[in-house]
Nanobody, 123 residues
Framework: QVQLVESGGGLVQAGGSLRLSCAAS????????MGWFRQAPGKEREFVTSISWSGDTTYYADSVKGRFTISRDNAKNTVYLQMNSLKPEDTAVYYCTASPSAFAIRNNRTDSWGQGTQVTVSS
């Protein structure tokens, strides 16, 4: 199993930007697709985005398409989530995840999770 540690969360005003990072250790990072989920208070965890091991394939939830960008650096064992034009409804704990397939992550078939990082967007 791969170990995941998220960072980069914080408080930002609506319209602002944040970049989250997820550092991986354990199994070979480049063998894994990576992704991000989020969970707002009182709501279920939801898919945000995923990226294939090569970086060639990405998936995005409709709610973040055009505003968020996922990327990865296999040399640094790190995946990033650039979040622009943030909205108050983006407020949530963001979780990094790893799986053999970006498509599987999009369909919530993943079982390696980080501890989460809080993102709060004020209006």
């Amino acid at each position: 199993q791969v170990q995941l540690v998220e960072s980069g969360g914080g408080l930002v005003q609506a319209g602002g930007s944040l970049r989250l990072s997820c550092a991986a250790s354990g199994r070979i990072f480049s063998n894994y697709a990576m992704g991000w989920f989020r969970q707002a208070p009182g709501k279920e965890r939801e898919f945000v985005t995923s990226i294939s091991w090569s970086g060639d394939t990405t998936y995005y939830a409709d709610s973040v398409k055009g505003r968020f960008t996922i990327s990865r650096d296999n040399a640094k064992n790190t995946v990033y989530l650039q979040m622009n034009s943030l909205k108050p409804e983006d407020t949530a704990v963001y979780y990094c995840t790893a799986s053999p397939s970006a498509f599987a992550i999009r369909n919530n078939r993943t079982d390696s999770w980080g501890q989460g990082t809080q993102v709060t967007v004020s209006s």
